[in-house]
DNA sequence: TGCCCACATTGACCCATGTCAACTGAGATT
DNA sequence: AATCTCAGTTGACATGGGTCAATGTGGGCA
């Protein structure tokens, strides 16, 4: 990863006061041995925009995201775009034993990142129990994850896309608050139109375009163009084309 | 997974003299620890079209694919489906921890798997040192992998998906044959035309008149329905989209 | 040998989504 | 307040790929 943070870099945080703790690769290492990561961990910022590696360059630390929202996309030479994950706190970005990113990662909102450098990570995970075990359910996860998308992107409507993409982040958003689904949750955008467009495959206009027409339809109200209504979860899940419970990995 | 094999059960094969030995989950396994894998594992076959796990239903047992080639697809209510994995010799299916299968996974051709109850299997990944270490780098293989489909699925044209499927096909046949890539080669179909619609998020209509174009084109010859000439494997790399060495994962 | 059946191809047509372009509106800059 | 900018919206039009339907074809079996 870049060595160009932007904030201060906040050493402050032990790991065992971290907020990602319950979620994040470390979660299921030993109070003691916790020690080490410690030692080795090390904060990083960056604001909105702001690259954290790009495609096929060396990324040199691998690590947890903290705070805000990142996203992983890959681009084709005549600059078609498609974002291929959308990391927020707790997960986890990079791979050991590959020096080399597959995709660019790129801050979304302003970033803390908590970073290993990654020979050291490849080091700990074999000698730190209970880390690679935890590192193989996030990845399995993604996975799960991975594969709901290309459901979405092979054969799924511009609006069924839509309409998954809030109902995920109203699980999210419902998960992190605590309120029910049930009533009238209302929803932050982490990402623009053009964002939103490169993870369902669509364009901008699309995107834009089936906002609208499901504000027509009232599934859903906007309250500027970040914030978005969603006064029946159900009649949203519907219009993504799920089955009642979804089945889809949050 | 069902408990209705159909060809004969061989248990003869000893892991030692296994032929996806150095390739599969097992390859890191130490030969003295290979005798506990030995004494779990079974061997179960499947023909053409045989579910192996259906979407929703419990499967107890996980494992590798010997010989044969696996589809995994996820359907929609309305029948919509997409391939989310085609998964060939010494890949690995199913998840540990998670009973419930996410997915569908069909014998494509006749299959052998090399299998192991899911509950043990978990155990003994966590007393054999070097299984969840390989476990972990296929699952990131395969996250890598699927990030790239979901590049392709996202946004590719027809044509593009079409010939980047064939440079798969085309790069998996020299890897194994040991034939040279530039040299005319000739690939074989492991699928119906059906399955490659599933695959790319097409159409089986979009696969025929895509193929027939590439063919008139002169980028790809057929020879019957299932084998296909690639006389310039570079010009089809780039009927496929990508920069001239690809970056995709086989 | 010839028929059958599943797989594959081809054609005609249509529609969802992309493309190109103009317009709007909210916040920042002066 | 005037204006600039950038994200977002809307409109008109083009087109890639889906849909529906007819036709071709090759391998297995009577």
Redesign the interface.
Known sequence: MKATGRLSEAHAIHCADCPIRARAVCSYVEQTELQKLNALKYYKSFGPGQEIVAA?EESTAIGSVVEGVVS?S?T???G???M??LMFASDFIG????PVA??DAVAVTDVTLCLFPRTRFERLL?DTPGL??R???I??D???A??????L????SAREKISTFLTILARRTAAASGESLGDGITVTLPITREAIGDY??LTIETVSRQLTSLRKDGVISLKGSRSIGIPDYAELLDAA?E?ADG?LIA
Chains 1, 2 share one sequence.
């Not at 991975?146 to 459901?151: D, G, K, Y």
Request: charged share 35%; aromatic share 4%.
């Open positions: 096929g992983l890959k084709m030479v005549d078609r775009r498609q291929v994950g791979r050991p034993q590959v597959p995709y074999q690679e075990r590192l193989l359910e990845a399995l993604e996975l799960d991975a594969r709901e998308w290309m459901l992107l092979g054969r799924k369902l495959g084309g089955d089945g």
